[in-house]
């Protein structure tokens, strides 16, 4: 079993571009979330999607970022416009369930590394 | 102030020395969670529990959910133990997953 896969594993983009992040979930499982980790700092919560639906995006950015799971391939994480302070390890996540109420624990990608010149 | 603080931050330790990590948690969950991350490498899922102890070859997961807190023990610990242990937890309202800022870990030979 395949587990998450994100692509790609480093992405370099210079300030005003866009930076397009993907992740396909383990095979079965309906559940995506992305989490931000900036340098030196801890995980931080982004957006919690499900087939089609965003279901919590309350740690998103309000401008520039976007999230989506198509019914079809994998999730997307779009940065428009990327700045300096972007430059992050951008991690997915997928479960079957929803989460620890379902018994279910997340299983997490490699990470991409984003860097912005 | 963080929603789950952990302690140590940096920990070094001998080869075969006993280790444990601290976690305390201000928020109402449903169950934690300690990752394992290596040095530009993923997130591997350790334990997921929401009551007593877990036990996963040399390593062991306690939590007291009354006193809101966890400890992960490394026994018999192993160079290739080192890296960054994180704990998070789920939250049993909304959707949030809040991460500690992770105690990374040197088992030097």
Redesign the interface.
Known sequence: NAGVMQNPRHLVRRRGQEARLRCSPMKGHSHVYWYRQLPEEGLKFMVYLQKENIIDESGMPKERFSAEFPKEGPSILRIQQVVRGDSAAYFCASSPLRGARNGQPQHFGDGTRLSIL | K?EVEQSPQNLTAQEGEFITINCSYSVGI??L?W?QQHPG?????LF?L?SGKKKHGRLIATINIQEKHSSLHITASHPRDSAVY?C?V?S?T?????????TSLTVIP
């Open positions: 963080n449903s169950a969670h990752l490498g993923g997130i591997v899922s997921m929401s994180i998070a789920d049993n909304g959707n949030q997953f809040y991460f500690g800022t992770g």
